[in-house]
């Protein structure tokens, strides 16, 4: 563990076994402008790559879902930075569900080298569902709260 990073963070409730327990595995392609001078991936494009994984997730999981009514709305998210990426690199996002409340959820993510399967980032994001009609929090649908528990095997 890095010196200067505390020893107990929120990522240590994050499941022990890191290959584990992800279903969702998305393949992210480095472009060009994610890329800084030094070569490497700048950390705050990190988190365009995590949206993307989180798109998908919910278009593969949760479908039929009308986005003109519905939108997921990040609360709180911590991003744990663990080695950089660099443009040659091959990385996928992995994404799941580890906690289903009702209105809100925990989303866990992770960047991981292909190869290697080294985690490169861990990301823990609350979300809240929000009816964009009425213009508030809304419940957690049966139908989300049912796939989710299938597809990433929550109880």
Same mark, same amino acid.
């Given at each position: 563990?890095?010196?200067? &990073?505390?020893? !107990?963070? =929120? %990522?240590?409730?994050?499941? $022990?076994? @890191?290959?584990?327990?992800?279903?969702?595995? &998305?393949?992210?392609?480095?472009?060009?402008?994610?890329?800084? +001078?030094f070569?490497?991936?700048?950390?705050? =494009? %990190?988190?365009?790559?995590?949206?993307?994984? +989180?798109t998908?997730?919910?278009?593969?999981?949760? !479908?039929? =879902?009308?986005? @003109? *009514? =519905?939108?997921?709305?990040?609360?709180?998210?911590?991003?744990?930075?663990?080695? $950089?990426i +660099?443009?040659?690199?091959?990385?996928?996002?992995?994404? *799941?569900?580890?906690?289903i409340?009702? !209105?809100s %959820?925990h989303? #866990?993510q992770?960047l991981?080298?292909?190869?290697s399967? #080294?985690? *490169?980032?861990r990301c &823990?994001?609350?979300?809240?569902l /929000?009816?964009l009609?009425?213009?508030?929090?809304?419940p %957690?649908?049966d139908?989300?709260?049912?796939?989710?528990?299938? /597809?990433d095997?929550?109880?």
């Open positions: 563990m890095h010196p200067i &990073l505390p020893t !107990k963070s =929120v %990522f240590s409730g994050m499941a $022990q076994e @890191e290959s584990m327990g992800y279903r969702h595995i &998305l393949p992210i392609q480095i472009r060009f402008n994610d890329v800084d +001078k070569g490497h991936v700048n950390n705050t =494009v %990190f988190f365009q790559f995590y949206d993307t994984a +989180k998908d997730y919910f278009a593969t999981v949760c !479908k039929g =879902v009308d986005w @003109e *009514r =519905v939108a997921i709305v990040v609360v709180k998210i911590e991003a744990e930075f663990l080695s $950089q +660099k443009a040659g690199d091959h990385i996928a996002a992995r994404t *799941r569900v580890s906690k409340g009702t !209105k %959820f989303l #866990e992770d991981i080298d292909v190869d399967q #080294e985690v *490169r980032c &823990l994001s609350i979300m809240v /929000y009816d009609v009425h213009r508030q929090s809304m %957690f649908p139908a989300w709260r049912q796939a989710i528990r299938q /597809y095997g929550l109880e």
